[in-house]
């Protein structure tokens, strides 16, 4: 990547800044690299390399924001940015509540970097892709198409520093592979699905990725609806991440303040069954999402939110916080340095219980396994209210039996997470959530 020392040129911002009689300010860079193959028939159809580097200046002027953002770090440019910070906040409202991180004295040691991805040849990481899909064809002969076998690597640095004296700066790297194929049999056809994302290279499996994608086509072959009954229903895992990310909505602290939360009134209550524990760990060790700090330079920190079924707490920014006099929980998130840092999640998860996916399953004698759901963009992260096509296979007499397709299930996500009356113990992660197999008592699924 080109050799750019990011720490002098935010320095030099922040003095330009402080020049002006900007007292509060804050600089936010960073400069990634990401590389993409996509595999189809062993042949490779697109490679892509991409560059990206920028900084996001953030000021507080009498109260007023103002910001602007650059991906050009000559002078001139620099010095264009901060005069359009400065004016821009000069038509912004007031807000007591506008304010900047002090500096700490410690950030958790966090090991992200993994020297070996840059160090792999392209033409290794191609055979990777190569290698999912060849395994996944030689699974089953019904393995038709491919429409997708991918690896993906990206390397990252992130800089933060304010007027204060805030000052962080953290080198990350990440992997993964995936792998989406179709199944055909007798004018049916199904899809399935398998992906891994790591910090090290060695971990990635491309047999497990393979056989993940081509066993869920193949099993689905063949799938049919049911009659609408109300029923045992088990989560895969995948799918309780789905259901998470509807509820974490309502774990905002901006949520609740603009009163859009569930949850608004609600702490020290029983929100969720007590087999429940959800939290936030930003600094989580062996995932892609942690991170010493958060956008603003404050301490990424592992945060209860519901404990036992109990709602314990909210994720806060420094804004946020500062609108109830309380301190940040490390959640100020940033999709990019083009944006401001707003509350959000990093590694959100449901706490893993005591019993094996297998024990959870042989307690339906009647029921249904969950694997996909079509339409969660759908649902309300306000009310919490669901409705969606779904897919699974029917669990008879504890065993998976019979594919099922063509069924919907409805209802409202505070009150699913009520109903679960069982927790597996095999908590996975997928990027930035995690969940282990859920079963909820009953549910009622509509058929055919």
Do not use: W
């Not at 300010?25 to 990206?52: N, P, W, Y």
């Not at 072959?221 to 309780?240: C, E, F, H, R």
């Not at 060790?285 to 519901?306: H, R, T, Y």
């Amino acid at each position: 990547m080109t050799e750019i020392n990011l720490q002098n040129i935010g320095e030099k911002v922040l003095k330009s800044v402080s020049s002006r009689g900007i007292s509060l300010a804050e600089v936010f860079l960073t400069r990634s690299r990401d590389l993409s193959i996509d595999v189809s028939d062993q042949q490779v159809e697109t490679m892509k390399l991409a560059e990206e580097i920028g900084l996001y200046l953030r000021l507080f002027h009498h109260n007023r924001l103002g910001f602007a953002y650059s991906s050009d770090f000559s002078d001139t440019a620099l010095d264009q940015m901060v005069t359009q910070g400065i004016d821009n906040a000069q038509i912004t409202a007031q807000d007591e509540f506008y304010t900047l991180p002090e500096p700490v004295t410690y950030y958790p040691e966090m090991d992200l970097i993994d020297p070996q991805i840059p160090q792999v040849p392209v033409s290794e990481k191609i055979s990777l892709a190569k290698e999912i899909e060849g395994r996944a064809r030689q699974y089953d002969p019904r393995i038709k198409i491919t429409e997708r076998c991918a690896y993906s690597d990206a390397f990252y640095q992130v800089v933060i520093m304010n007027t204060l004296g805030v000052y962080g700066q953290y080198q990350g790297s990440y992997c993964g592979a995936s792998a989406f194929l179709v199944a055909e049999e007798g004018g049916d056809s199904q899809t399935g699905f398998g992906f891994q994302y790591r910090l090290k290279y060695q971990e990635l499996n491309p047999e497990a990725i393979a056989l993940e994608a081509a066993e869920k086509a193949v099993r689905m072959l063949g799938a049919k609806s049911i009659n609408t009954q109300t029923m045992v229903t088990v989560l895969d895992p995948y799918i309780g991440t789905k259901f998470l990310g509807l509820m974490g909505n309502s774990l905002s602290s901006e949520a609740v303040q603009k009163s859009k939360s569930f949850f608004a009134g609600k702490i020290n209550s029983q929100v969720s069954s007590p087999l429940i524990t959800i939290i936030d760990d930003g600094a989580r060790k062996g995932e892609i999402m942690s991170a010493p700090f958060d956008g603003e330079g404050v301490p990424c920190q592992k945060n209860d939110l519901i404990v036992d079924g109990m709602l314990t707490g909210f994720l806060y920014n420094t804004y946020t916080g500062a609108k109830e006099r309380k301190k940040s929980t490390g959640n100020g998130i940033r999709g990019s340095y083009k944006g401001m840092p707003e509350v959000g999640t990093t590694n959100l998860y449901i706490a893993g219980g005591d019993a094996e996916k297998e024990e959870l399953l042989k307690q339906a004698d009647q029921g249904i396994y969950i694997t996909d759901v079509m339409g969660m963009h759908t649902a309300n992260p306000i009310s919490g209210d669901f409705s969606l096509g779904a897919s699974g296979l029917l669990i008879e007499k504890g065993e998976l039996t019979k594919p099922v397709r063509g069924i919907a299930i409805a209802g409202n996500v505070f009150d699913l997470f009520s109903n679960i009356d069982g927790v597996g113990s095999d908590l996975t992660f997928f990027v930035g959530k995690g969940s282990p197999t859920l079963k909820i008592a009953k549910m009622t699924v509509s058929g055919s």
